[in-house]
């Protein structure tokens, strides 16, 4: 008899709570890890791996990404996951929405989530959860039975949809957003959401840690303005007008606004998504001094952190909220080493070709937003960490621990006893260059075309079991939904 069903020899374990990266074996039983420590009897497993002394990070979790936005859900989940195991992601938390994209139909969550989860079951080779937006005031009425009945426990207000769609000016907000005649998107609908959420809190005491409210902090009225001013003018082109488009003291102004509604409506668990310039992040760091009651946690993407307006390859480019000039690119640098950035994600949206550049493809406001990365996510960021002072422990820790303990994953997060066997086996010595042409994403082009990373994922384990190694995802998709909080 078996004691092991997996062993992996000889890795360095990366931990987000310790310095040092010892040396150690890890043991897999009933798809948790169940002994680590070195020198454990190969004898005694089914199945023995050499890790090679590579590094074994925990899989990450990736909390921010868009499946089925703009294509199938049903496709999305099985390419786009692939391209998550590619990079070490072994749980996916992607955003989802009524209204025009994602399932392209309006009404209530009742009706439309149980279509979003037939869609992705069986599909996915990772593990993945939603978070679910409240477009409609019947929407905030639905919050306690979204947590009660589907485990879905945080939530989301896009601020810039007040007189903005998805990629840019939109005269027909409600046929848009797919919302009753009469209501808007507006502050008074994030205030009367955040009122929402709290009284799901308050509902759900023993659940009130794991609930929370992600915002994307930009301001539509600014946006529109300015997309009017450098439109006019002429001056620039590409990723520098669409940045300039969106300036970053729209993002600051949008923070403040929602950190000020967050004390009002005395919710505590607020979430500032993919910070991309120095406004935004100071204004962030501002208000979490101004309302110490509030915990406030920090987003930042992969795709901000490694690329800018000159660097990403053309208008593929394209994203909310922009890519920015390389002193905000420093600027979140700066942050993250100083600790002031709670996770990276990829804020991953597979937009093909065809469907991403308008005509002509030069023309920046004419492209859709948005574009794929999570295969660059853990391998960008420890690839680029060295460079920048960043510890292997804080990769571990931005990548996997904080994303799982804001979201209620207790069972993910740490190559620990107990917890989900979940790892991806790193090589911080093995360089390499980004090609779309060997991403797993159905997405056929990147912005990251040519960038030169420093480590890279070899192999990655879902509950004990391989999905990725020799450079291709391995076997059937064996992905779970994940009902939140889940339970060790």
């Not at 840019?168 to 957003?177: T, V």
């Not at 509950?463 to 998709?477: L, N």
Request: hydrophobic fraction near 40%; glycine fraction near 10%.
């Amino acid at each position: 008899m078996t004691e092991l069903d997996l062993l992996i020899k000889n890795v360095r374990l990366v931990k987000h709570d310790a310095p040092d990266i010892p040396t150690t074996d890890i043991g897999v039983k009933d798809g948790v890890f169940h002994r680590i420590a070195p020198g454990i009897p190969a004898s005694g497993a089914a199945q023995v791996v050499d890790g090679k002394g590579l590094l074994a990070f925990p899989g990450v979790v990736d909390a921010h990404q868009h499946w089925g936005i703009y294509n199938p859900l049903s496709d999305d989940t099985v390419t786009e996951s692939r391209a998550c195991a590619q990079g070490g992601v072994t749980t996916a938390l992607t955003y989802m929405r009524t209204g025009q994209y994602y399932m392209n139909r309006g009404g209530s969550y009742d009706e439309v989530f149980p279509l979003v989860l037939d869609a992705s079951e069986g599909r996915s080779h990772v593990d993945y959860g939603f978070h679910l937006a409240p477009m409609q005031k019947s929407h905030i009425d639905e919050i306690p039975e979204l947590i009660a009945r589907f485990g879905v426990t945080s939530f989301k207000v896009f601020m810039f949809y007040g007189s903005h769609g998805l990629h840019g000016r939109s005269a027909d907000q409600n046929s848009f957003l797919m919302i009753p005649p009469g209501e808007r998107y507006d502050l008074a609908h994030f205030e009367f959401v955040m009122r929402g959420v709290q009284a799901a809190r308050k509902a759900y005491p023993e659940l009130a840690d794991s609930i929370s409210l992600s915002l994307h902090c930009e301001t539509a009225e600014i946006m529109t303005a300015y997309t009017r001013l450098v439109e006019e003018e002429g001056r620039l082109d590409g990723l520098a007008a669409y940045s300039a488009s969106r300036p970053p003291h729209s993002e600051g102004l949008a923070v403040t606004i929602a950190s000020y509604l967050a004390a009002e409506t005395n919710l505590p668990n607020i979430n500032l998504l993919h910070l991309s310039s120095r406004k935004a992040i100071e204004a962030a760091m501002l208000m979490a001094k101004t309302f110490p009651q509030v915990d406030f946690r920090r987003e930042v993407t992969i795709g901000h952190l490694l690329a800018n307006i000159e660097t990403a390859s053309g208008v593929g480019g394209k994203v909310n909220p922009p890519l920015r000039p390389q002193e905000d690119v420093d600027a979140l640098w700066e942050h993250l080493v100083a600790g002031d950035v709670d996770w990276v994600v990829s804020d991953h949206a597979c937009c093909k070709e065809e469907t991403k550049f308008g005509d002509p493809k030069s023309d920046v406001f004419a492209a859709k937003s948005g574009f794929g990365g999570t295969e660059y996510l853990l391998p960008g960021l420890a690839g680029a960490a060295p460079a920048h002072g960043l510890p292997l422990q804080k990769v571990a820790e931005l990548t996997s621990w904080s994303p799982a303990q804001r979201f209620g994953l207790s069972t993910k997060g740490q190559i620990a006893e107990g917890y989900d066997a979940d790892l991806a086996l790193v090589d911080p010595s093995a360089s390499w260059t980004v090609d779309a042409a060997d991403s797993e994403s159905a997405q056929e082009y990147t912005p990251l075309q040519g960038l030169e990373v420093g480590a890279r994922v070899e192999s990655t384990f879902l509950r004990g079991t391989q999905v990725y190694g020799d450079r291709k995802v391995m076997g059937a998709p064996r992905g779970r939904y994940l009902s939140r909080p889940t339970k060790r």
